[in-house]
């Protein structure tokens, strides 16, 4: 018991960000799917545009819920895009290897580059994007 109360933290973060990520997760899969399967959109351009719609929920629900963040929007947002357009582009290049080259499942390549994608944020959401402000003297 005394193990799980010093990590009782990061159960929480990790729990929190779960949450979110497989709420995001979902609405990906129902908008890609959605656009490739009902509206005949490229899979490529649908991924595309399925990200950009996660990215803006996730954002909000991050800085609110999963991190707590003290970051002002000025400071955390252009973290999260930067993150978020090195992340892109991961995904994209994964989904192109795998569907425009390999010619495999596109379903099946989306998941695992979403896996790849979700251990990358949660580094980046904890150790950069939204961690505590640093006060004047430089500590935290």
Known sequence: ?????????????????????TTATVVYFVLL???VEWLGVRVI???AIAYV?????????HH?????SEQSHGVAFPKYVTSIIAGFFINWS???IGVEVFAKN?????AVAVITIIFLN???????????PMDAGGSV
Not at 122 to 132: D, T
Request: proline share 0%; charged share 10%; no cysteine.
């Open 1 to 21: 018991m005394i193990i799980l109360g010093r990590y009782k933290k990061h159960i929480g973060l990790l729990t929190r960000f779960m949450v979110v990520g």
């Open 33 to 35: 799917l959605a656009m």
């Open 45 to 47: 351009i649908a991924t």
């Open 53 to 61: 719609v996660v990215t803006i929920e996730n954002y909000f629900l």
């Open 64 to 68: 609110l819920w999963t991190f707590n």
């Open 94 to 96: 994964i989904m192109y």
């Open 106 to 110: 596109y379903l099946i390549v989306q």
């Open 122 to 132: 949660l580094i980046a959401g904890s150790r950069w994007i939204f961690n505590k």
